[in-house]
């Protein structure tokens, strides 16, 4: 069984950063794909980053490519998710997930290969 629990949403203004955080807990390993997912109101839940070990990043669409970094520390069991030049667009609540397959290809986009979820923390970003 692995947890998951995000921190360090919140509201911010245009323009700020935020650094959300999730640690995980349970059987975890470095080569074990950590992501970033996000819903914003009214839409469909949309993958953001993902990485694997402490390389074999995926980037999502324009919207977020030189905006956003995922990292870890496998130390902590921990993956984080930094968000600058916010936009209120990126409003969302933000979900991390873990794909338990142990593999060196690159990390999928894909929801249904994340088997564990957190419960998501809430960013909300204002003009």
């Known amino acids: 069984q692995v947890q998951l629990v995000e921190s360090g949403g919140g509201l911010v203004q245009a323009g700020d950063s935020l650094r959300l955080s999730c640690a995980a807990s349970?059987?975890?390993?470095?080569?074990?794909?950590m992501g970033w997912f996000r819903q914003a109101p009214g839409k469909e839940r949309e993958f953001v980053l993902a990485i694997r070990r402490n390389g074999g990043r995926t980037y999502i669409s324009d919207s977020t490519k030189g905006r956003f970094t995922i990292s870890r520390d496998d130390a902590k069991n921990t993956v984080y998710l930094q968000m600058n030049s916010l936009k209120p667009e990126d409003t969302a609540v933000y979900y991390c997930?873990?794909?338990?397959?142990?593999?060196?290809?690159?990390?999928?986009?894909?929801?249904?290969?994340?088997?564990?979820w957190g419960q998501g923390t809430q960013v909300t970003v204002s003009s």
């Open positions: 997930a873990v794909d338990m397959a142990q593999t060196d290809v690159a990390p999928s986009r894909l929801q249904r290969d994340y088997e564990y």
């Open positions: 349970g059987r975890t390993s470095s080569s074990n794909a």
